[in-house]
């Protein structure tokens, strides 16, 4: 009504490019958090699955304890441990790496922290769900623990592996705290969509905050659209 | 069928495990009980573990297999030692070369029959394995359903599976833990054919799980009846049966089994005459071919006794013979009396008056009058 404004893709397409660098930097982070958490949670979840160690049941709320958390405690610590006085900051200076707070590589691993429990439950909960029965008709037929591993309990716990991925992603997306804590809201190094948009809001650019904002409101319907659907037809996942 | 120069694959046991058999000392802390077992069974047929739910029949099993990890003791198959806690030696269960076939339906569910029936092939050494599966496909009749998921099959066709699988893989011993206990009871008649031509056809030894009284009269050649993690009585199925110091009730009542062959039918009255080592037993017909092995069960209260010949009676079977015992039986009135017939035992319950009328003791001469037979084959 008077008032000028720019069309909105514009805003992204052309003047700010800090947006897409943000998306950009974020799906790298999503994307990488995802895969080091399938690498890192299968084998914790096999273990917590399994293991009769009376340590199972600490272990296990250690690797809860992300949800209950605020982001900004876990952030705080991984800072500190990460940062020059640190110790793990201390070891990485003294391998020649560097100090990691700040950088990509430290907001990777605060990801794979505050993500670790959404990787882990749908795991443990598939493996738990086989029980031990096919893993012992595997063992009758000759099949050695880590090859029964590989060629029964993984392909019987797939709608587990596919929850546990997309939800690490989703969530990895989704983070705000742990990355400004760590990351510090560095423009192409450390800084997401999520921080982009509290910097527009911050800055009083609601246009690009709205446009950033609403994109991850569909980003996020749609994987959880996603996962109710998976959840309804785990025949797709059926070989 | 098979042509008649073909070689089955189907495996059969080295001779040292026809001979030495399975040697078993299994001890087994239980919630209940703790197991206690020490017994030698036979190298070849069909041994059936018998006794009520929770008697530890199928702990039995999974000691063998090495799925208990709190069993201790010694187990030794022929001439290998499978696990000895004084040597402290115990083979992971992928280690040792057995099948097992579980209770409920066990396929992979994310793999179809072939690939079922290829997974143990294919962690197998044995060059003879491939051969040996598609003789087990055919043993079991499931050559139509290797491209099936294992959720179209139905609970019969899908043990018979479980049952090749674990054959292909030529292991020494086979082990089945109730195998039609999750198929429906008029369904086992599907299946307990298969597991009679295996107890003919296959040379290894099989300790099949049970708490039917069918299952003993059908397949066992050898039994062994657990009661409360002990065994309480063990030997050849026919001698079980027939033993009067711990006798031992499978089923609803004492009976005996007698091993025969079917000699002649009479078309006219619809009978058939099975002979047995010690005389011969006029039966129903029921369509069997002559020659056929078959088994008959007797029951003790089916048999009566006389001091001469009996003639001029509607039983058709009587049978000379002489008394072995006389033991109690559960009931004050009446007695249980073991009859010598050839080299066949039968049991006659029959009350303490009767006998003292009879005048009969150990040794007497007797012939025993057979009301009823049941055809088990």
């Known amino acids: 009504m008077g008032v000028r404004r720019r069309p909105p893709l514009a805003v992204i397409v052309s003047g700010e490019a800090g947006a897409l660098q943000a998306i950009w930097l974020t799906l790298q982070l999503a994307s990488l958090t995802t895969a080091c958490l399938l690498l890192i949670a299968t084998p914790l979840a096999w273990w917590l699955a399994r293991s009769r160690s009376p340590l199972r049941a600490p272990v296990g709320a250690v690797v809860t304890l992300p949800i209950v958390l605020p982001p900004s405690v876990l952030g705080f610590y991984l800072l500190i441990a990460l940062g020059p006085q640190g110790p793990v900051g201390q070891f990485t200076q003294a391998m020649g790496w560097g100090v990691l707070s700040f950088t990509f590589t430290g907001l990777l691993i605060g990801s794979i922290f505050y993500s670790l429990p959404f990787a882990v439950q749908p795991l443990q909960h598939a493996f738990e769900a086989i029980g031990d029965r096919p893993l012992e008709v595997a063992a009758t037929l000759g099949a050695r623990p880590i090859d029964a591993f590989f060629s029964v309990a993984l392909p019987l716990a797939r709608p587990g592996v596919v929850t546990a991925a997309i939800l690490s992603f989703a969530h990895t997306v989704g983070e705000f705290g742990v990355v400004l804590m760590i990351g510090g809201n560095i423009p192409g190094r450390t800084r997401t969509v999520s921080t982009e948009i509290y910097g527009h809001v911050e800055a009083m650019e609601y246009a690009q905050a709205h446009w950033l904002a609403a994109g991850m409101l569909v980003f996020s319907f749609l994987v959880l659209l996603a996962l109710a659907r998976l959840r309804n037809r785990s025949v797709w996942l059926a070989p | ?377």
Request: glycine fraction near 8%; aromatic fraction near 4%; charged fraction near 20%.
């Open chain 2, 1 to 377: 069928m098979s042509a008649p120069d073909h070689v089955s694959h189907l495996p059969h046991a080295p001779d040292e495990v026809a001979d030495t058999g399975l040697q078993l000392q299994l001890q087994l802390p239980r919630a209940g009980f703790d197991l206690a077992v020490d017994i030698t069974l036979p190298g070849r047929g069909t041994t059936v573990l018998y006794g009520p739910s929770g008697s530890g029949k199928t702990s039995v099993l999974r000691c063998v297999a090495g799925l208990e990890p709190d069993c201790t003791g010694r187990i030794q198959i022929g001439d290998r030692v499978w696990q000895d806690e004084r040597r402290d030696l115990c083979l992971p269960t992928w280690r040792r070369p057995l099948g097992y076939v579980f209770q409920e339906a066990s396929l992979f569910e994310h793999l179809d029959v072939r690939g079922n029936l290829h997974y143990g092939l294919r962690r197998g050494i044995d060059p003879l394995a491939a051969r040996s599966l598609a003789d087990a496909i055919e043993l079991l009749g499931i050559g139509s359903l290797l491209d099936r998921s294992p959720r179209a099959l139905s609970g019969g066709e899908r043990q018979r599976v479980a049952i090749a699988r674990a054959l292909a893989t030529r292991p020494r011993v086979l082990l089945l833990d109730e195998p039609l206990a999750a198929i429906d009871h008029s369904k086992r008649q599907e299946i307990l054919p298969w597991l009679e031509r295996m107890r003919d056809e296959v040379q290894i030894p099989m300790i099949h799980v049970t708490h039917s009284a069918d299952e003993v009269a059908r397949l066992a050649t050898y039994l062994v009846v657990l009661e409360a993690g002990r065994v309480r009585a063990a030997g050849p199925v026919a001698d079980v049966l027939a033993a009067v110091d711990t006798p031992v009730v499978v089923g609803e009542d004492t009976a005996v089994l007698l091993e025969g062959q079917l000699l002649e039918r009479d078309a006219s009255w619809h009978l058939a005459r099975v002979g047995f080592a010690g005389g011969s037993l006029w039966v129903a017909d029921a369509g069997l071919t002559i020659g056929q092995r078959v088994r008959l069960r007797v029951l003790a209260r089916d048999v009566s006794i006389t001091t001469r010949e009996p003639s001029h009676t509607s039983i058709q079977n009587h049978l000379p013979g002489t008394v072995e015992c006389i033991t109690d039986d559960a009931q004050p009135s009446q007695a249980l009396v073991r009859l010598r017939c050839g080299q066949s035992v039968l049991l006659a319950r029959v009350t303490r008056r009767a006998i003292a009328h009879l005048g009969v003791q150990a040794g007497s001469a007797i012939w025993m009058q057979v009301k009823s037979v049941a055809l088990v084959q």
